[in-house]
């Protein structure tokens, strides 16, 4: 099986729903943030509160090269199709999957205080405001997104019995390509 890039929005589920993919297809899981946080020895808000979102960048193109032909599943960070030759590498590396669903699904699930606790952008906003950041977001990464290879609803992750069906009939549909 090739590398499978999970793409998206945050809160679309990359990482819910690529975790469950991994578990379906046997492959390993990786989360990019988390494997560059292991690798620095630093949580993301301190990397970019001392190294800046540039050297941010620069990791996350160095780490998304060390696990290309790694036979995983990869959830990349929201940003992480728009900057370089990310998308087109990712491209050429394996398959990249846009997860898509409504810009109202993230926001309230960005809103969530769990969620909205590990991310620092949302912390100081209110509701209304992270549907904002969110429709901005989406316009702005629609353009890198859409190269994606296919395109996935994502919406029904709600609950663990969700994501698990979602999951299946994800893995099912990739074993048909």
């Known amino acids: 099986m090739q590398t499978v890039f999970l793409i998206g929005h945050m809160g679309c589920g990359k990482t819910t729903l690529g975790s469950a993919l991994a578990a379906c297809l046997q492959v390993a899981f990786i989360d990019l943030d988390e ?10 808000n301190r990397i970019f509160e001392t190294l800046g979102e540039r ?5 996350e193109c160095q780490a998304l090269h060390e ?24 491209n050429h590396h394996g398959l990249t999957i846009w997860l898509t669903t409504s810009a109202e699904r993230i926001a ?26 969110v429709k901005s977001k989406l316009r ?3 353009p890198c997104y ?8 994502s919406t029904r992750i ?8 979602t999951a299946r009939r994800l893995a099912h549909q990739l074993r048909s390509i």
Request: negative net charge; aromatic residues 8%.
């Open 67 to 90: 696990v290309a032909g790694s036979h995983a599943v990869v959830a990349c960070g929201g940003g992480t199709p728009c900057f370089g030759d990310n998308m087109q590498f990712m």
């Open 158 to 165: 709600e609950t663990a019995e969700e994501t698990a069906v």
């Open 35 to 44: 494997y560059i946080e292991e690798k620095c020895e630093m949580t993301m």
């Open 140 to 142: 702005e990464r629609q």
């Open 55 to 59: 050297h941010f960048r620069e990791m």
């Open 146 to 153: 859409s190269q994606a290879q296919l395109t996935f609803d």
């Open 108 to 133: 309230a699930r960005l809103a969530l205080p769990p969620e909205k606790s590990k991310r620092p952008l949302m912390l100081p906003l209110d509701d209304e405001e992270i549907l904002d950041y």
